[in-house]
């Protein structure tokens, strides 16, 4: 039976409310954990100016609002915790506009990740972040997590290719800041500050993007090691060595245990594992990727690298599916993207493994070592309820760790509800006051996503 609030929007609203609340609209990664919230409506806005009208609506009535992009989050950003209306932007999926010869795009933010890269790479351009998940993510909610990728090492993440946003702020005013321009220092960083802000200062609704032209060749080659420190070791050489890659992952020795099987190389038993990207002219790359394969093999147990485009297709779609052979071993898990100074990366990695083993859990971790970011992951089973609970102890003391080592509590994923409390914990308290006193300016109501990033 449809809500009061319900059937108060679809007179107002029409076919645009969806019919009772689906279950898709109040979950995203962070099921696997018992995260499941509850909304009073969902509305689908087809246009811009009808999710200005929606929030006005929803600002007038005192009614939450939670903005909804493709669901892929892992800190249950777009859950809604108590109620409200569910905002999903998937039909706002228009290209406004596209200057390939002016290496520029503007999309609304329904439009995938993956449309976005293949709309650019068909004009022999690059749109360089890359989240994972890239068919289901929507880059509204990219902007609004600041979503990273392996290729955030060289290429930065998504706010950093943001020249300009469309959003709906309270009370339901359609405002932009930026656009078509590759400079801006007119007034306060308005744009950077709703870029991570995880929609609880405003609703982005279409961006800006610069592009870049799309590099000739890419040469990936993976290291295997004894040990996180050997791995780590190698990962310290290629910087050290002045060595300009687009990408360096790492999957400690638990994780390749896990997704070794599919990998589509030798692996040597009980190896750390590094990946490390290359990109550029051919003749460049070639190079670069020479000198890499020559670093990486310093202790190495063993190195492989793809001889042709189908292997390192092959390699990439390995990568993106690490999530799931690690999940696959108990059916759920509890993971975190804390991130530390890269030369504490070793303790975290280890420290990620002591944690587990405290709280009699299977650990293990990967991720974007350039960046000092670690998806520190503990199994459970979805329905032990007690192992669901040590998890979430677990990564109380993770995210303790990561502040310790002088990192902190997310690196791409954001705060969301997973993280509720924690910036405070990094944060000194003249910081936090300054964190609190934007929100109050900005969402005076404390209706825009409530109970996140805080």
Request: proline content about 5%.
């Amino acid at each position: 039976m449809a809500t009061t609030l319900e059937q108060e929007l679809r007179a107002r609203f029409g076919e645009s409310v969806v019919q009772g609340v689906p279950s898709m609209y109040l979950a995203d990664q962070t099921e696997s954990r018992g995260l499941h919230g509850r909304a009073d409506a969902v509305i689908r806005p087809g246009s811009a100016a009808e999710v200005a009208d929606v929030v006005a609506w929803c600002y007038a009535r005192d009614v939450p609002i939670v903005p909804r992009g493709g669901g892929t989050g892992y800190a249950a950003g777009a859950v809604p915790r108590d109620g409200g209306v569910v905002l999903a932007l998937e039909r706002l999926d228009s290209v406004r506009s596209f200057d390939p010869l002016l290496w520029r795009v503007e999309v609304e933010a329904g439009v995938t990740t993956a449309a976005l890269r293949q709309l650019a790479r068909g004009s022999g351009l690059l749109f360089p972040p890359d989240p994972g998940a890239a068919e289901q993510s929507q880059v509204g909610g990219n902007v609004a997590t600041n979503a990273g990728g392996p290729h955030a090492f060289k290429y930065g993440v998504t706010g950093a290719w943001v020249t300009g946003l469309e959003a709906v702020v309270a009370p339901g005013e359609l405002v932009r800041f930026g656009g078509p321009i590759r400079k801006d220092v007119a007034g306060y960083d308005l744009k950077s500050l709703l870029v991570g802000s995880e929609g609880t200062l405003g609703i982005v609704t279409s961006i800006w993007f610069r592009l870049v032209p799309a590099p000739e060749a890419s040469l990936p080659a993976a290291s295997f090691h004894a040990d996180t420190a050997a791995g780590c070791a190698a990962i310290e050489r290629v910087l050290g060595n002045g060595l300009a890659v687009s990408a360096i992952e790492y999957l400690d020795n638990e994780c390749m245990r896990l997704a070794a099987p599919s990998f589509p190389g030798p692996v040597p038993d009980g190896a750390f594992m590094v990946l490390v990207d290359v990109d550029g002219s051919r003749e460049e790359t070639a190079r670069l990727s020479g000198e890499v394969r020559e670093v990486l093999a310093q202790d190495a147990l063993a190195v492989w690298a793809p001889a042709t485009a189908a292997e390192t297709t092959a390699l990439w779609r390995w990568r993106d599916g690490v999530s799931l052979a690690v999940q696959a071993l108990r059916g759920g898990k509890v993971s975190e993207d804390i991130v530390v100074p890269l030369d504490r990366l070793a303790e975290a990695i280890e420290g990620t493994i002591e944690i587990g083993r405290r709280h009699g859990l299977d650990a293990c971790s990967w991720g974007h070592a350039g960046d000092g970011n670690l998806h520190s992951t503990f199994l459970v089973a979805r329905d032990d309820a007690a192992a669901l609970a040590r998890a979430a102890a677990a990564a109380q003391e993770l995210f303790a760790l990561a502040i310790d080592l002088g990192g902190s509590i997310s690196g791409e994923h954001g705060v969301g509800i997973v993280k509720n409390g924690q910036l405070e914990k990094q944060w000194s308290a003249a910081a936090m006051n300054m964190h609190r006193s934007v929100k109050l300016a900005l969402d005076p109501k404390g209706l825009f996503n409530p109970g996140k990033k805080a």
